[in-house]
């Protein structure tokens, strides 16, 4: 079992920045493909971000891609997503999430935090 907690949370006006970090624990945190996905009210969860377990290779939605940046530290068994330039449509709920295998979409997904609000007022 792998246990997740996120922080970094917050309100933001449009155009700011702000840093959501993720401590995982339970498993090697070097066997983890690690990511975020975040969800807005009254839609589905939506896939933002994931890394490898290296941290060699990233994958970015297009909504996000040259304004978000994700990265992990395997000696503190943290992931990170650097949120720059930020939008009213970027208000959500942001999820940590873990899976030996890689994802693109919730589904796929076997461990998630508890989430943490992210909202950009404009």
């Known amino acids: 079992q792998v246990q997740l907690v996120e922080s970094g949370g917050g309100l933001v006006q449009a155009g700011g920045s702000l840093r959501l970090s993720c401590v995982a624990s339970g498993r090697p945190f070097g066997s983890l493909v690690m990511g975020w996905f975040r969800q807005a009210p009254g839609k589905e969860r939506e896939f933002v971000a994931s890394?490898?377990?290296?941290?060699?290779?990233?994958f970015y939605a297009d909504s996000v891609k040259g304004r978000f940046t994700i990265s992990r530290d395997n000696a503190k068994n943290t992931v990170y997503l650097q949120m720059n330039s930020l939008k009213p449509e970027d208000t959500a709920v942001y999820y940590c999430?873990?899976?030996?295998?890689?994802?693109?979409?919730?589904?796929?997904?076997?461990?998630w935090g508890q989430g943490t609000q992210v909202t950009v007022s404009s």
């Open positions: 890394i490898s377990r290296s941290g060699a290779t990233t």
């Open positions: 999430a873990a899976d030996s295998n890689y994802f693109g979409r919730a589904a796929l997904v076997a461990y």
